[in-house]
C-alpha cells in the first residue's frame, strides 16, 4: 500500500497491459461555467435552472460551476500529475454555435476548445472529445429537441464543424453521452431537462432520432475526414448491471428485458448483427400500444431497412458508462398501473445488499462480448458519489479498486475486449439532480471560495499511482 494506512482493496496478481488506456472524464455543464461569456448562447440546463429555480434539488445551477472555462492550464497540471493518457470531455454546443444552427459560429468558443486541447497535447494527453453531453442548445429545444426527426440534421452539421475545426488534433470522438438517460429523462419521466413528461412516448421518439444522428455522422466522418484524420469514432451507452432476483424463469426474464429495454435499445441497433431494436423490446412495447381501428400503432418507431443498415456497425468502439448493479424481479401488478416505460421492460429493480457490487461490471463486460460479439469496450465512466466532500476518501478508492479489479478478471480470465478505464470525474462538479450535494470528483473543489480551488483527494493519489504501476494498489 502506498500510504501507512490503508483503504480496503481486493489483492490481485494481474496487471493492465502497456496499451491499456487510463482517462478521466467531465461535461462541459457540469464545470466550465462562463454560462454567458464571450458569445455563448443559451442551452436547455441554463434556461431550466434559471425558469425553475428548484428544478435542481439543492436549487442550484452551474452558472460558475468549477470555473475550468478560466482553468485550462491549472486542470491540464491536475489531469498531468493524475498521469492519465486522456481526457473525455465535452464541447458545449452553445458555445460553439449559439443558436445551435453551423452558420452561428462562436469564435470565442473556437478559441477556447483549441486552447485547451493544444494544451492537453502539449502535456501529452489525449483529448477524447462528446459532442454531446446533454445541453442541447435553447433555440433547438424551440424545435421541439430530439423527438424531432430534424434535430439528426442540426446535429450532423454540428458534428461535421467539430471535424472541421478540431479534427486534425482530436482522433477519439463521442457523439452521444447516455442516450438512455437523456432520452428518458428529458422526455419521459421529466427529471432532466427539458422535463418534460410523454413517458413510452417522447423518449422513444427522442432515442430514434439520436440513433439517426449518430449513424448519419459516423458515416460523415467515414465519407469525407476518416481518410485525412484517421480517428474513431463512437458513441457512450449507459447501463447498470442488472442481475436476476433467482433463477427463476420470470426474473431471468425480467432482468434480461430490463438491460435490454436500457442498454439494447441503442446498443442492438448499432452493434449486433441484426440491427434493429431489440425483439424483445419492439414485442413488448407494441403489443401494449394502442390499438386504433383494427391498427396497432406502436410507440416505438420504426426504422427503415436502409436506416437499419446505416445504423448497424455505426462504431469504432463501443462506449460503456457504468456505475452500479440492481437486482431485478418481474414486476409486480401494481406497477401495471403506474408509467408505461416500466411496462414496457416490466422489471422491477432495486439497490443489492452490498452497494458496492463491482462484479456486475464483470458480468456485463461479459454480456456484451456475448451479445454483440466481443467489440472493443471503451469505459468512458464509472464513478462513485459521496456527500462528504472528505479529503481521505475511503469509499471512493474501494470503488475504483474493485471495480478495476472486476476489469481486469475480465480481460484476463474471459478474454473480454476491454481498452480503457475512465473516472467519473476529474472533479466535485455540478449534478444534474442533486447539484453539488453529490461530489463525485478525485479532486475537492471549494464552491465556497470565489477562485474555485482544487485539492486532490486521497483516490487522486491512489487512481495515479494505479496508472503508473498499471496495477491495482494492494
Ligand atoms: C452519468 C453522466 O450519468 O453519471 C454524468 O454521464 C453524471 O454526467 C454521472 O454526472 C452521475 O450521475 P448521477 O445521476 O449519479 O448524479
Given at each position: 500500500?502506498i500510504?501507512?494506512?490503508?483503504c480496503?482493496?481486493?489483492?490481485?496478481?494481474y496487471?493492465f497491459?502497456?496499451d491499456f488506456?487510463?482517462?478521466?472524464?467531465t461535461?462541459?455543464?457540469q464545470?466550465?461555467?462562463?454560462w454567458?461569456?464571450s458569445?455563448?448562447g443559451?442551452?436547455?440546463?441554463?434556461?431550466?435552472?434559471?425558469?425553475?429555480?428548484n428544478?435542481?434539488?439543492?436549487?442550484?445551477?452551474a452558472?460558475?460551476?468549477?470555473?475550468?472555462?478560466y482553468?485550462?492550464?491549472?486542470?491540464?497540471?491536475?489531469l498531468k500529475?493524475l498521469?492519465v493518457?486522456?481526457?473525455?470531455?465535452?464541447?458545449?454546443?452553445?458555445?460553439?454555435l449559439?443558436?445551435?444552427?453551423?452558420?452561428?459560429?462562436?469564435e470565442d468558443?473556437v478559441r477556447y476548445?483549441?486552447e485547451?486541447i493544444d494544451e492537453?497535447?502539449?502535456n501529452?494527453?489525449?483529448?477524447v472529445?462528446?459532442?454531446?453531453?446533454w445541453?442541447l442548445?435553447?433555440?433547438?429545444?424551440e424545435?421541439?429537441?430530439?423527438?424531432?426527426p430534424?434535430?439528426?440534421?442540426?446535429f450532423v452539421?454540428?458534428?461535421?464543424?467539430?471535424?472541421?475545426?478540431?479534427?486534425d488534433?482530436?482522433?477519439?470522438?463521442?457523439?452521444f453521452n447516455?442516450?438512455?438517460?437523456?432520452?428518458?429523462h428529458?422526455?419521459?419521466?421529466?427529471?432532466?431537462?427539458?422535463g418534460?413528461?410523454?413517458?413510452g412516448i417522447g423518449?422513444?421518439?427522442?432515442?430514434?432520432t439520436?440513433?439517426?444522428?449518430h449513424?448519419k455522422?459516423f458515416?460523415?466522418?467515414n465519407d469525407?475526414?476518416?481518410?485525412?484524420?484517421?480517428?474513431?469514432?463512437?458513441i457512450?451507452l449507459?447501463?447498470?448491471?442488472?442481475?436476476?432476483a433467482?433463477?427463476?424463469?420470470?426474473?431471468?426474464?425480467?432482468?434480461?428485458?430490463?438491460?435490454?429495454?436500457?442498454l439494447?435499445?441503442?446498443?442492438h441497433?448499432i452493434?449486433s448483427?441484426?440491427g434493429d431494436?431489440p425483439?424483445?423490446?419492439r414485442?413488448r412495447i407494441d403489443?401494449?400500444?394502442l390499438?386504433v381501428e383494427?391498427?396497432?400503432?406502436?410507440?416505438l418507431?420504426?426504422?427503415s431497412t436502409?436506416e437499419?443498415d446505416?445504423?448497424k456497425?455505426?462504431?469504432d468502439?463501443?462506449?460503456l458508462n457504468h456505475?452500479?448493479?440492481?437486482?431485478?424481479?418481474?414486476?409486480p401488478?401494481?406497477?401495471?398501473e403506474s408509467?408505461?416505460?416500466?411496462?414496457?421492460?416490466d422489471a422491477?429493480?432495486?439497490?443489492?445488499?452490498?452497494?458496492?457490487?463491482?462484479w456486475g461490471?464483470r458480468k456485463l463486460l461479459n454480456?456484451?462480448?456475448t451479445e454483440?460479439n466481443?467489440?472493443?469496450?471503451?469505459i468512458?465512466?464509472?464513478?462513485?458519489?459521496?456527500?462528504?466532500?472528505?479529503l481521505?476518501?475511503?469509499?471512493?478508492?474501494?470503488y475504483f479498486?474493485?471495480y478495476l479489479e472486476?476489469v481486469?478478471?475480465?480481460?484476463?480470465?474471459?478474454n473480454?475486449?476491454?481498452?480503457?478505464?475512465?473516472?467519473?470525474?476529474l472533479?466535485d462538479n455540478f449534478e444534474?439532480s442533486?447539484?453539488?450535494?453529490s461530489?463525485?470528483?478525485?479532486?475537492?473543489v471549494?464552491?465556497d471560495?470565489p477562485d474555485r480551488?482544487?485539492?486532490?483527494?486521497?483516490?487522486?493519489?491512489?487512481y495515479?499511482?494505479?496508472i503508473?504501476?498499471?496495477?491495482?494498489?494492494?
Open positions: 500500500a500510504f501507512s494506512f490503508t480496503l482493496v481486493g489483492a490481485q496478481n496487471r497491459s502497456s488506456k487510463f482517462g478521466v472524464a461535461s462541459a455543464y464545470v466550465e461555467g462562463a454567458n461569456v458569445g455563448k443559451e442551452n436547455i440546463w441554463d434556461w431550466i435552472t434559471h425558469t425553475y429555480p428544478y435542481v434539488l439543492d436549487g442550484s445551477n452558472d460558475d460551476t468549477c470555473l475550468s472555462y482553468k485550462t492550464k491549472e486542470d491540464v497540471q491536475l500529475d498521469g493518457n486522456y481526457y473525455r470531455f465535452s464541447i458545449s454546443w452553445s458555445r460553439l449559439p443558436t445551435g444552427h453551423s452558420y452561428s459560429l462562436n468558443g476548445y483549441l485547451l492537453l497535447l502539449d501529452g494527453i489525449n483529448p472529445v462528446t459532442m454531446f453531453h445541453d442548445p435553447y433555440p433547438l429545444h424545435l421541439g429537441g430530439w423527438p424531432n430534424l434535430l439528426d440534421d442540426y452539421q454540428y458534428a461535421k464543424k467539430l471535424f472541421q475545426l478540431f479534427g488534433k482530436v482522433k477519439y470522438w463521442i457523439t447516455e442516450p438512455f438517460v437523456f432520452c428518458h428529458g422526455y419521459g419521466s421529466g427529471v432532466l431537462a427539458p418534460y413528461v410523454q413517458d423518449s422513444y421518439l427522442c432515442g430514434h439520436v440513433l439517426l444522428a449513424a455522422t458515416k460523415l466522418y469525407d475526414f476518416r481518410r485525412d484524420q484517421q480517428g474513431q469514432v463512437g457512450s449507459d447501463t447498470l448491471w442488472y442481475e436476476p433467482s433463477n427463476s424463469r420470470e426474473d431471468l426474464q425480467a432482468a434480461t428485458n430490463k438491460i435490454q429495454s436500457v439494447g435499445w441503442f446498443a441497433p452493434f448483427t441484426a431494436y425483439s424483445t423490446m414485442e403489443k401494449l400500444s390499438e383494427g391498427y396497432r400503432r406502436s410507440r418507431p420504426r426504422f436502409e437499419i446505416l445504423i456497425g455505426s462504431s468502439f463501443f462506449g456505475y452500479r448493479t440492481e437486482i431485478c424481479q418481474t414486476a401488478e401494481f406497477l401495471y408509467p408505461s416505460y416500466l411496462k414496457d421492460s422491477f429493480c432495486y439497490s443489492p445488499p452490498d452497494p458496492n457490487a463491482a461490471l454480456w456484451i462480448k454483440y466481443n467489440p472493443p469496450v471503451f468512458s465512466e464509472s464513478g462513485f458519489a459521496d456527500n462528504t466532500g472528505t481521505n476518501d475511503c469509499d471512493r478508492v474501494d479498486n474493485s472486476q481486469l478478471l475480465a480481460i484476463e480470465e474471459d473480454c475486449r476491454v481498452i480503457s478505464y475512465t473516472a467519473w470525474s472533479l444534474w442533486l447539484g453539488y450535494q461530489k463525485y470528483g478525485l479532486h475537492y471549494d464552491f471560495d480551488p482544487r485539492i486532490p483527494k486521497r483516490s487522486a493519489k491512489v495515479a499511482n494505479i503508473r504501476t498499471k496495477a491495482i494498489d494492494s
